[in-house]
């Protein structure tokens, strides 16, 4: 089975349009469309579902996709290696985050990387999903790390490094009439309007949860899908929310309470792959990250808040 193959195949099948795929593989449409045939043929059925107006994958592709996405994963690590012993490193490493989460200094991260490893080709991506969009897309092979929070338990399928631990707080409007308070119990937030982030974001889940377990429901009118959109419709009087507290105690036009009967801990981690040995290329940028930390690993703190 030829390899160049199944690159074309996993690039139709993430960007699901054949003149995507093409742009991305820097290559003609019709190459990545016979390469298409060529694998059909060679397998004996449809990987893609194709009309004028969608490109989806077939049983049998979702089925490839995975399979075809460790395939190629193990033929980069071994030639990756093979290439690092001989004191440089090549290929890529894909990268994924929370948008607008002040966790890595990633700018900074990444460029000392590239400096030292200017063969290197990273690429990163945003997530519009959360941490457990993240947490897929590591599992499925779309990326090779992600930084992300840590969900209760973690899948054996990923790997993590634990990086900091981040105290979730309640802001508001200063002229909130809670605003003046240093702490507040749940009960009293039941009939506040919330800005959250949509299901599957940590921070939403874990509210979530702990709303539930004290047989608590809130309003969610506002779903957002950063921090920074998150604090400007708070800091408009538009609901109050919760976020961690190192990403917005210098924000101005914010007032911070501690919920008084709980304390929730956002737990920050660099995840990978347990199921895939990590490139040489994947491990350098590894063993960067602690140095290029916003938020310092720290116990959690009491649940009355800082003194």
Request: aromatic share 4%; proline share 7%; hydrophobic share 50%.
């Amino acid at each position: 089975m030829d390899l160049r193959h199944l690159e074309y195949f996993v690039a139709v099948a993430e960007e699901l349009n054949f003149t995507k795929a093409a742009r991305r593989l820097h290559v003609v449409q019709s190459a990545v469309s016979a390469a298409i045939r060529s694998l059909e043929r060679e397998l004996g059925v449809t990987l893609f579902e194709r009309s004028a107006q969608r490109v989806a994958l077939s049983d049998a592709g979702a089925v490839l996709l995975p399979e075809a996405r460790g395939l190629l994963e193990a033929a980069r690590a071994v030639r990756q290696s093979v290439q690092g012993s001989g004191g440089s490193l090549s290929g890529s490493v894909s990268i994924g985050m929370l948008p607008a989460m002040p966790i890595v200094d990633l700018p900074a991260l990444l460029g000392r990387f590239h400096r030292e490893h200017p063969e290197v080709t990273v690429r990163l991506r945003f997530t519009a999903t959360g941490s457990s969009g993240l947490a897929e897309a590591v599992v499925s092979g779309e990326l090779d790390i992600a930084i992300l929070a840590l969900p209760a338990r973690l899948p054996s399928a990923l790997a993590a490094h634990r990086l900091a631990d981040a105290r979730l707080v309640l802001v508001m409007h200063p002229d909130h009439p809670l605003a003046g308070e240093h702490n507040v119990a749940l009960a009293r937030l039941a009939q506040e309007n919330f800005v959250d982030f949509p299901p599957g974001y940590s921070t939403r889940v874990m509210v979530d949860r702990v709303f539930a377990a004290a047989g608590l429901e809130r309003r969610i009118p506002l779903e957002v899908p950063d921090l920074t959109t998150c604090c400007a419709f708070v800091r408009e009087g538009l609901g109050v929310a919760v976020v961690p507290e190192f990403a917005v105690v210098t924000e101005p036009g914010l007032s911070i309470v501690y919920l008084s009967d709980t304390t929730l801990i956002w737990p920050l981690a660099v995840a990978t792959s347990s199921a895939r040995r990590p490139s040489a290329a994947v491990r350098a940028l590894l063993d960067l990250v602690d140095s290029y930390l916003v938020v310092p690993l720290s116990p959690p703190v009491s649940p009355d808040g800082p003194s």
